[in-house]
């Protein structure tokens, strides 16, 4: 779970950078699509990590709703890019962004809805 959601931050961070590429070079569109590829599997990767970290009757279900909650941020993500919808799609990476460095913290200190899954 937390080489899941590490990744994952990574991966929404250099989505950042691709996305500065996109607005000032040519070629970052392309960089920018093939980020977003990447960000969706990892999220994917991190809802199966949830799932196999959770054992029924031995911990929360939190994890698992957090990281469903983020594969409906991702999707929705995704969905505004190809629309173009740029006055959306970069605060909402801005938030997912945030929202993965919390999760990364809440993993690597024990705390909240991931104590048990960190153990």
Do not use: C, D, E
Request: charged share 5%.
């Amino acid at each position: 779970m937390r080489v899941a959601i590490t990744v994952q931050t990574v991966a929404v961070f250099v989505q950042a950078i691709t996305a500065g590429l996109l607005l000032s070079s040519p070629g970052g569109g392309a960089l920018h699509k093939a980020g977003a590829y990447g960000v969706f599997f990892v999220v994917l990767v991190h809802v199966v990590a949830a799932i196999v970290g959770w054992r029924p009757g031995g911990g929360s279900p939190r994890p698992i709703l957090y990281a469903v909650g983020y594969l409906v941020l991702a999707s929705a993500q995704v969905a505004l890019g190809i629309a173009g919808v740029k006055a959306v799609h970069v605060p909402l990476g801005v938030l997912m962004f945030g929202m993965s460095v919390l999760q990364l913290v809440w993993i690597r200190t024990g705390r909240r809805a991931y104590g048990a899954a960190a153990a």
